[in-house]
């Protein structure tokens, strides 16, 4: 049973830097794809920004520039580096992994606030 496991959320000030971290109970090689996710209240799951088995990158347009994604394979692990956090950034972000059979696997959730 493959669990993800993040962790690196909390409050923040608006501007400001978090680092988001997913640690994956198996390999993460073996993932077609990963990405970070997130909802609001009151709105639904969207997509933030995956990584593919290649190292391609995909972010939502209202993050570019802003967030980065990566992996440490040695480490079995996902970031997502967010910075000149907003606060409508402020919501519950969950890591996801796809295999090649498009099982989907999600972690639990981390809350990131973005609030003076």
């Known amino acids: 049973q493959v669990q993800l496991v993040e962790s690196g959320g909390g409050l923040v000030q608006p501007g400001g830097s978090l680092r988001l971290s997913c640690a994956a109970s198996?390999?993460?090689?073996?993932?077609?794809?990963m990405g970070w996710y997130r909802q609001a209240p009151g709105k639904q799951r969207e997509l933030v920004a995956t990584?593919?088995?290649?190292?391609?990158?995909n972010y939502a347009d209202s993050v570019k520039g802003r967030f980065t994604i990566s992996r440490d394979i040695a480490k079995n692990t996902l970031y997502l580096q967010m910075s000149n956090l907003k606060p409508e950034d402020t919501a519950v972000y969950y890591c996801?992994?796809?295999?090649?059979?498009?099982?989907?696997?999600w972690g639990q959730g981390t809350q990131v606030t973005v609030s003076s």
């Open positions: 996801n992994a796809r295999d090649t059979d498009m099982t989907t696997y």
């Open positions: 990584i593919n088995d290649g190292g391609s990158r």
């Open positions: 198996t390999n993460i090689f073996r993932f077609y794809a």
